[in-house]
């Protein structure tokens, strides 16, 4: 693979199978695109992101935010994802929470400052 | 010694919570929650002549800036802007020509706002300056035709309007000693509200109710929080104390200072390893907060097991202050059984990546126990509808919502709001 079509910086290759799952653009995005996979989809992505996050995040802090390589902003949408697959994985055991209806009523109207 | 034996574990000695508010353990009734006549003395005595809240002052920074804000309750568009002078004045959001409305962006900065119909031009204090076609209009008189002012006074960084044509009362007789209970708390963060909105099927007061007491967290919230808000020692979340000013009313919360994630948890662990904050709910470091933390009205009882406050400003408003720093919730009534929910976590911006993962976490987390009780609230509001029951039973922890039913109540009836406010 050649520098312009990498999707994320070398060494993380490995979790390019994920991008087009869990690559999304803001808050929002991210919560209710998880909300609708199935758990198996939903944990082979925690099981590898988790031991990954680490590393993907030392990567990523050398970088300020507002010059940040699209691959690397791209690895740290990764990442932030990661903290929406624990809420199936580490709370309710399921892809959302039982008995809230799908998509919710619930909204982020004004997000963080930064990767929305 | 089993809970059952004890009112509460927290409560004063040879003093209830319930008697505290000056109220009785009794039934309460749902008729507030359903009744359409209700919901009208609501929109008229209650939000038609309460000081409610809009915005803070750090949503306008600038001279020029403003905002638009609705009042669905009472029918009322609302332009809150900073004037050239700097004051921040709200008003009516209707021309005075042909009573269109004025701005249709919901925010922004202008020396001038225009109406499109017709272009009446107006200034950031509301002063008509320009009609298109003035000679055409016999006897017009610009002075007399600038914005409909609505009475607007900000408190501790809080924007607060009356909508009554001469508010009964200033903003600082409304507060009472709520006011000066609160007075100087260090609003951390206040520039940056990440706000989540929801429209709910349930009456205003069935959406405030879930946010007024820690009973529920053991129960619907086991997964999320309910680790967190309540332990070993304290099964049911007893509140940590509770205050009660004219309408207004306080109440600390309880949390679980041993609180650590599980083994298994390992994305939580990550997600709090860069930062030490003392809750899953939290978003700031201890160092930051510590002047915050102080303040009387802050973990009023000084408790090592506390998690946050809910400082419940009458009618609608719940600023909490929690260990990371405060959040607002608003509860806008849209009808007798709708409302506008908005939740505002004041967060600070963050500075790198680890940073900005935690309040991603945070954040995840936050809007999982908001999905619990959101998603909760439309069978509440079905069971009240269908006449099954006509009272409510609540425990000596759900004095909050005793007392806010009690005082939306009392407005209800008042013929005045001195009378209300006695």
Redesign the interface.
């Known amino acids: 693979m050649n520098v312009e079509t990498r999707l994320l910086p070398p060494g993380f290759e490995d979790l390019e199978r994920f991008v087009a799952t869990w690559d999304h653009p803001d808050?929002n995005a991210?919560?209710a695109w998880r909300g609708g996979l199935p758990m198996e989809d939903i944990r082979d992505f925690?099981e590898t992101m988790?031991h990954r996050?680490?590393a993907a995040?030392t990567l990523?802090?050398q970088y300020p935010?507002e010059q940040m390589p699209e691959e690397i902003a791209r690895l740290?949408r990764l990442?932030?994802a990661?903290?929406?697959?624990?809420?199936a994985t580490?709370?309710?055991?399921c892809p959302?929470?039982p008995?809230?209806?799908y998509p919710?009523?619930?909204?982020?109207?004004?997000?963080?400052?930064?990767?929305a | 010694m089993g809970n059952d034996q004890k009112i509460s574990l927290h409560a004063p000695a040879n003093e209830s919570y319930t008697r505290k508010a000056g109220l009785l353990p009794e039934p309460v009734s749902l008729e507030s929650y359903r009744s359409q006549a209700f919901y009208e003395l609501e929109r008229d005595r209650v939000f038609g002549r309460s000081w409610l809240t809009l915005a803070r002052e750090e949503e306008l920074p600038e001279p020029g800036d403003y905002l638009v804000r609705d009042i669905e309750v009472l029918g009322a568009s609302v332009i809150v802007a900073r004037g050239r002078d700097g004051t921040i004045r709200s008003f009516h959001n209707v021309c005075s020509h042909r009573a269109n409305q004025v701005a249709w962006e919901r925010s922004g900065n202008a020396t001038r706002l225009v109406c499109r119909y017709h272009n009446w031009t107006y200034r950031t204090d509301g002063r008509l300056i320009g009609v298109p076609d003035e000679a055409s209009f016999e006897r017009l008189d610009k002075a007399k035709c600038g914005l409909t002012p609505i009475a607007t006074e900000v408190w501790e960084g809080f924007i607060f309007v009356n909508l009554e044509r001469n508010p009964s009362v200033r903003l600082e007789e409304f507060l009472g000693g709520m006011g000066d209970y609160l007075k100087g708390i260090q609003y951390k963060y206040a520039d940056?509200?990440?706000?989540?909105?929801?429209?709910?099927d349930c009456n205003w007061k069935v959406a405030c109710d879930a946010f007024s007491e820690a009973y529920h967290i053991p129960a619907i919230h086991a997964?999320?929080i309910g680790k967190t808000f309540s332990s070993q020692d304290n099964k049911f979340a007893h509140i940590l104390g509770a205050n009660f000013f004219g309408p207004h009313r306080s109440a600390a919360l309880y949390g679980n200072p041993d609180y650590i994630p599980g083994e298994?948890?390992?994305?939580?662990r990550?997600?709090y390893s860069a930062i030490d904050s003392a809750n899953v709910v939290a978003a700031g470091s201890r160092e930051e907060m510590a002047d915050y933390l102080a303040h009387p009205a802050v973990n009023h009882p000084k408790a090592r097991e506390w998690v946050h406050d809910v400082h419940a400003i009458f009618p609608n408003l719940h600023i909490d202050t929690g260990q990371g720093g405060f959040y607002t919730h608003h509860f806008w009534p849209t009808s007798v059984n709708t409302t506008r929910y908005e939740v505002?976590f004041y967060?600070a911006?963050?500075l790198?990546?680890?940073a900005?993962?935690q309040?991603?976490?945070y954040?995840?987390?936050v809007?999982?126990v908001?999905?619990?009780d959101?998603?909760?609230v439309k069978r509440t509001q079905r069971g009240i509808d269908s006449g099954g029951k006509d009272y409510m039973v609540l425990q000596e922890n759900e004095v909050m919502i005793r007392h806010s039913v009690h005082h939306v109540e009392r407005w209800a009836r008042a013929q005045t709001v001195q009378e209300a406010l006695a």
């Open positions: 808050f991210r919560r925690y988790r996050a680490d995040l990523v802090e935010f740290y990442v932030l990661l903290a929406h697959a624990s809420m580490e709370i309710h055991g959302r929470a008995y809230a209806p919710d009523k619930l909204t982020v109207t004004r997000s963080f400052s930064i990767f | 940056n509200p990440i706000t989540i909105e929801a429209h709910l997964n999320t298994e948890a390992h994305v939580e990550l997600a505002r967060m911006h963050a790198d990546a680890r900005r993962f309040q991603e976490a954040l995840a987390r809007m999982e908001l999905l619990e959101l998603s909760n």
